[in-house]
């Protein structure tokens, strides 16, 4: 089969959805399909054809919003190339110019369309409005969403029961909705003498003692990922405990804000801020970890935790339905519903080196349906319902 993937984000941009479509091209790569790539051009305002890779990069300029570009919704010079790839389906990964495109491409060339989506938009349009008129552009992302997944697709993805029942209940779509977890290769993060070697590293650069214990955290530095939060409630612990460190990796808007933060707490000595790091530096990091914490309430599905848990760590969440299907309380973490009880939970690892060993074995036997392999092949099932019905 030969399947064309059209998203905003792809390498070099770092983010949960290049880490999905990576996975994914590399498990229909090895069920010995063809994956083809259009995609925005990070580095400059210039098209370009990767023959090789078969990847298309088109031009597009700056948002506010990280360091993302937006395109145009139609490029002449990338159609002539895709028409003569013969795509069997097309799975788009985005809404917005590079979205719209893969629609005008599956119109024109009759090839049905599988759409992924990722992003809860309604807790992003801040960046778009500073918090003007925010009730308008929900409404718009609703009206946007539901236009989007429903009308314009003959397959649709979701990560988790979360995005599926705001789409029942709140977006009233009536397609079938699809609930497919984004897929990781779990071998890369499990501890090798490669890992350690750069753990000792990172150690050395981190000052850290044998004796430190870790609370991790991974993903971009952003306001809705509730950074501050964590921070805020992680002081009381440093202060009872000076061997407690905590080590936020990761980029983002946020990060000058949070240093500043943890400069009023007086808690800098223990806070680390990585800032950005090269994706295969990241499962050294969670291998480093104590434990591995998210106080977020706005994930799709949270690839960090699946991560942190095919490094075999203890993860403890805020409560939130997108981490219900992967934290089980007292067997791979914990889920909490308040600073308080985060506070409670770490110091009963801390204090407890049998149950810190039992979470960490029970984490990585969790993870064994989020393999990449097991994503490809039920995304694959989608692609094969879709060409069904566009061809009734």
């Given at each position: 089969?030969?399947?064309?993937?059209?998203?905003?984000?792809?390498?070099?941009?770092?983010?949960?959805?290049?880490?999905?479509?990576?996975?994914?091209?590399?498990?229909?790569?090895?069920?010995?399909?063809?994956?083809y790539?259009?995609?925005?051009?990070?580095?400059?305002?210039?098209?370009?054809?990767?023959?090789?890779?078969?990847?298309?990069?088109?031009?597009?300029?700056?948002?506010?919003?990280?360091?993302?570009?937006?395109?145009g919704?139609?490029?002449r010079r990338?159609?002539k190339?895709?028409?003569?790839?013969?795509?069997?389906?097309?799975?788009?990964q985005?809404?917005f110019?590079?979205?719209?495109?893969?629609?005008?491409?599956s119109?024109?060339?009759?090839?049905?369309?599988?759409?992924?989506?990722?992003?809860?938009y309604?807790?992003?349009?801040?960046?778009?409005?500073?918090?003007?008129?925010?009730?308008?552009?929900?409404?718009?992302?609703?009206k946007?969403?539901k236009?989007?997944?429903?009308k314009?697709?003959?397959?649709?993805?979701?990560?988790t029961d979360?995005?599926?029942?705001?789409?029942?209940?709140?977006?009233?779509?009536?397609?079938?909705?699809?609930?497919?977890?984004?897929?990781?290769?779990?071998?890369?993060?499990?501890?090798?003498?490669?890992?350690?070697k750069?753990?000792?590293?990172?150690?050395?650069?981190?000052?850290?003692?044998?004796?430190d214990?870790?609370?991790?955290?991974?993903?971009?530095?952003?306001?809705?990922?509730?950074?501050?939060?964590l921070?805020?409630?992680?002081?009381?612990?440093?202060?009872?405990?000076?061997?407690v460190?905590?080590?936020?990796?990761?980029?983002?808007p946020?990060?000058?804000?949070?240093?500043?933060?943890?400069?009023?707490?007086?808690?800098?000595?223990?806070v680390?801020?990585?800032?950005?790091?090269?994706?295969?530096?990241i499962?050294?990091f969670?291998?480093?970890?104590?434990?591995?914490?998210?106080?977020?309430?706005?994930?799709?599905?949270?690839?960090?935790?699946?991560e942190?848990?095919?490094?075999?760590?203890?993860?403890?969440?805020i409560?939130?339905?997108?981490?219900?299907?992967?934290?089980?309380?007292?067997?791979?973490?914990?889920?909490f519903?308040?600073?308080?009880?985060?506070?409670?939970?770490?110091?009963?690892?801390?204090?407890?080196?049998?149950?810190?060993?039992?979470?960490?074995?029970?984490?990585?036997?969790?993870?064994?349906?989020?393999?990449?392999?097991?994503?490809?092949?039920?995304?694959?099932?989608?692609?094969?319902?879709?060409?069904?019905?566009?061809?009734?």
């Amino acid at each position: 089969m030969k399947i064309g993937i059209f998203t905003e984000t792809y390498d070099p941009y770092v983010s949960g959805v290049t880490t999905s479509i990576k996975m994914l091209k590399e498990a229909l790569e090895s069920m010995g399909h063809d994956v083809y790539i259009v995609t925005v051009n990070l580095k400059n305002y210039h098209f370009r054809y990767d023959k090789k890779n078969k990847i298309i990069y088109i031009p597009g300029l700056k948002t506010k919003i990280y360091d993302a570009r937006l395109t145009g919704i139609y490029s002449r010079r990338a159609f002539k190339i895709i028409k003569y790839w013969h795509l069997d389906v097309i799975h788009s990964q985005t809404e917005f110019g590079i979205g719209v495109f893969s629609r005008i491409v599956s119109k024109k060339l009759n090839i049905p369309v599988v759409h992924t989506y990722h992003t809860l938009y309604e807790d992003y349009v801040y960046y778009v409005t500073h918090n003007h008129f925010n009730n308008f552009g929900k409404k718009v992302v609703k009206k946007f969403t539901k236009y989007f997944c429903e009308k314009k697709c003959d397959g649709l993805i979701v990560p988790t029961d979360k995005i599926k029942d705001l789409f029942i209940n709140k977006y009233h779509i009536k397609k079938e909705i699809n609930v497919i977890p984004t897929g990781i290769d779990t071998e890369k993060f499990k501890l090798t003498p490669k890992i350690k070697k750069e753990m000792e590293k990172l150690k050395k650069e981190y000052h850290l003692k044998r004796d430190d214990f870790i609370i991790g955290s991974v993903g971009r530095i952003a306001t809705e990922k509730s950074f501050d939060s964590l921070i805020e409630y992680t002081k009381e612990l440093i202060k009872e405990n000076k061997k407690v460190k905590l080590i936020i990796v990761g980029d983002g808007p946020e990060l000058e804000h949070l240093k500043e933060l943890t400069k009023n707490l007086k808690i800098d000595k223990n806070v680390i801020f990585t800032g950005k790091v090269k994706y295969d530096l990241i499962p050294s990091f969670y291998n480093l970890f104590d434990i591995v914490v998210s106080f977020s309430t706005t994930e799709t599905q949270g690839l960090t935790i699946i991560e942190a848990l095919a490094s075999g760590k203890p993860v403890l969440c805020i409560e939130d339905e997108s981490f219900k299907k992967m934290i089980t309380s007292g067997y791979n973490g914990y889920l909490f519903k308040n600073g308080k009880k985060y506070q409670e939970l770490v110091k009963k690892i801390m204090e407890s080196s049998k149950l810190c060993r039992y979470l960490s074995n029970n984490a990585y036997q969790s993870v064994k349906e989020y393999s990449k392999e097991t994503f490809g092949k039920r995304v694959l099932e989608v692609y094969k319902k879709a060409i069904r019905n566009s061809r009734k």
